[in-house]
């Protein structure tokens, strides 16, 4: 499981990963290993905190933090005299 959770600045992403196992089975090699994982990032006032939104699909986490209307680019018109 994976859980986002964003407090103040900062934005935060913990889970757990587990050995799959299959009945009859048993492993011999693992590339990764099973266990705790949290990572933090620190976030500026440029992101919408509103926004932000997470997905998962085929097993990849990904989020979307998108800027904040204040830090959008936008043309300013230029006037003559």
């Known amino acids: 499981?994976?859980?986002v959770t964003l407090e103040k600045n900062v934005l935060t992403v913990r889970g757990d990963v587990a050995t799959p196992t299959c009945e009859?089975?048993?492993?011999?090699?693992?590339e990764?290993?099973?266990?705790?994982f949290e990572r933090s990032f620190?976030?500026?006032e440029g992101v919408d905190r509103d926004g932000i939104s997470a997905t998962?699909?085929?097993?990849?986490?990904?989020?979307?933090?998108?800027?904040?209307r204040?830090?959008?680019a936008r043309k300013?018109?230029?006037?003559?005299g």
């Open 24 to 30: 009859g089975h048993r492993l011999t090699y693992a």
């Open 70 to 72: 204040e830090a959008l």
């Open 32 to 36: 990764w290993e099973s266990g705790d």
């Open 42 to 44: 620190a976030l500026s």
């Open 76 to 80: 300013i018109p230029v006037k003559a």
């Open 1 to 3: 499981g994976v859980n």
């Open 56 to 68: 998962v699909r085929n097993g990849v986490l990904r989020l979307t933090l998108p800027k904040a």
